[in-house]
């Protein structure tokens, strides 16, 4: 069942039930004041013959001799019947109008009445419903008797007949005018709801990620539901161009050294496995081909496991040790290359960390700031610690990043055209190096000026953080 359909039944029954309870209300309220209107007349009715047989000489006599006879009982005219009867049921004395018969009150009600209190019934009486109020007649300090009094009820009858049959009517067509007008509101409120299942189902078809769903009020319940759901389509256009971009990347960063590897292998094939000297470089060759295809699987690996939340396993480390650690192995990296690696100015301290993604991060610094260096040129390490966090910065007097490239070399496989030129990285270390920060709760950030030189600086939360303000103040 559509929503439109459910909305409208909802709406509807809720209101059939909201009319139901008003007539049922309405109906109820109208017939008890008709009725008491009539039982107050009756009463009155009663009391006047009640006073009447007490003016009576003997009214006692008159009771008990049940020949009673009060020609004012039929002053009354035809609105009333009167019936006058002793407490055992026989009549004393009838209204005219009653043309001899009697009215049939419930025998019960005399007990009810010697004790003094009046009854009230509504009964069917010859075709006609009446209803009766009977009220006992007090002589002295005793009931001798009891007076009956008792009116048609069709003015009533046809008064809440006309009631009911109005109020019916008007809540029939309440309801049908609140059914359309439900369905025809329901309709225009889920016809934007349309409009995106339409381009759900084009995109669907067309697989074309730049549509987007055309927004209308777009503060409103919608308009936020339409909203979202663009800003999803976006996410996906972009996460789908990153994958198909990725593919492209990985693919041709695969191809160069799989084409060397094929060229040497050839090359043994063709007689190379026989001169020594040829069999070695071929298998030099292929040895770090796939060394690099090895780190660059392995850095696409740890890069998926990184978007999948890969929780870094965190203990205190000693980043000055570690430092230390990184600048014997820079000065290894550095040799033949004409560039000095130095140790610069040196904290000591301690961060919640995984030693081995921080020296890999590091190293990875050192590694590009010597690749970027010309020869005489400096990388320098540092450890500082301020404000609550330590500072690690490579810095080096090379070749420097241009302003067009920097805001993109944390990016997966930015390499600049530059360095492009280069073999080795594939572009994946710097996005590795920013994860590692990033899962330490730190930060990794870049000044570079062409010419003059880089200055990477990783920011990692202080350990012994606590301990440093209590110390400086
Ligand atoms: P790769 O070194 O494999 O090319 P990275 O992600 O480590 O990839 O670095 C991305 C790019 O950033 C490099 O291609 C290079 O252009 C630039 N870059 C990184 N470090 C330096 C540096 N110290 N000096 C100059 N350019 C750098």
């Known amino acids: 069942m559509s929503i439109r359909t459910r909305l409208t039944l909802w709406y509807t029954g809720l209101l059939a039930l909201i009319l139901l309870l008003l007539t049922f209300l309405i109906y109820s309220v109208v017939a008890r004041t008709l009725l008491a209107n009539l039982q107050e007349r009756l009463v009155a009715q009663a009391n006047s013959v009640i006073t009447l047989i007490q003016q009576e000489n003997d009214p006692l006599a008159v009771m008990l001799s049940g020949r009673a006879r009060l020609p004012s009982i039929d002053a009354f005219g035809s609105q009333y019947y009167v019936q006058i009867v002793q407490l055992d049921g026989r009549a004393v004395q009838l209204s005219e109008n009653l043309q001899g018969r009697r009215l049939p009150v419930p025998a019960h009600f005399l007990q009810d009445l010697e004790a003094g209190r009046a009854r009230f019934v509504t009964l069917q009486a010859s075709g006609a419903r009446l209803h009766v109020a009977s009220l006992p007649i007090p002589i002295g300090n005793q009931f001798v008797g009891v007076v009956e009094v008792a009116g048609l009820m069709d003015s009533i009858d046809d008064a809440l007949a006309v009631i009911r049959r109005t ?24 016809q934007p709801i349309k409009g995106i299942t339409e381009t759900a189902q084009q995109i669907a078809a067309t697989r074309d990620l730049s549509r987007r769903i055309p927004t209308g009020v777009p503060t409103d319940e919608v308009g936020r539901l339409t909203g979202t759901i663009n800003e999803m389509l976006g996410r996906l256009e972009a996460s789908f161009d990153t994958q198909q971009q990725l593919v492209a990347d990985v693919s041709h960063e695969l191809r160069t050294p799989l084409t060397t590897i094929q060229g040497n292998v050839d090359l043994l094939r063709r007689g190379a496995a026989d001169d020594p000297a040829m069999r070695s470089e071929a298998l030099v060759a292929i040895g770090n081909e796939t060394a690099r295809m090895r780190r660059l699987v392995s850095d696409l690996l740890l890069l998926a496991q990184a978007d999948a939340g890969l929780q870094l396993h965190l203990q205190p480390v000693e980043l000055d040790t570690l430092i230390l650690d990184v600048y014997r192995q820079g000065q290894l990296l550095s040799q033949g290359t004409g560039v000095r690696v130095r140790l610069g100015a040196e904290d000591q301290a301690v961060v919640p960390g995984d030693a081995d993604r921080l020296r890999q991060l590091l190293l990875n610094l050192v590694d590009n700031a010597i690749k ?56 994946l270390g710097l996005s590795i190096a920013r994860w590692v920060a990033e899962a330490h709760g730190g930060q990794l950030e870049v000044e570079s000026q062409v010419g003059v030189g880089s200055v990477f600086t990783l920011y990692l939360p202080d350990a012994h953080r606590d301990d440093q303000e209590t110390s400086e103040t």
């Open 167 to 190: 109020l019916l009517s008007v809540s029939a067509l309440a309801l049908v005018l609140a059914a359309a007008g439900g369905s025809i509101l329901a309709r225009a409120a889920l």
């Open 372 to 427: 970027y260096t010309p020869s005489g040129g400096d990388v320098t390490l540092t450890l500082k610690r301020q404000a609550g966090w330590v500072q690690v910065s490579v810095e080096d007097t090379g070749a420097g990043i241009p302003s067009d490239d920097l805001p993109h070399i944390f990016d997966r496989f930015y390499r600049s055209d530059r360095s492009r030129a280069r073999p080795g990285g594939a572009g």
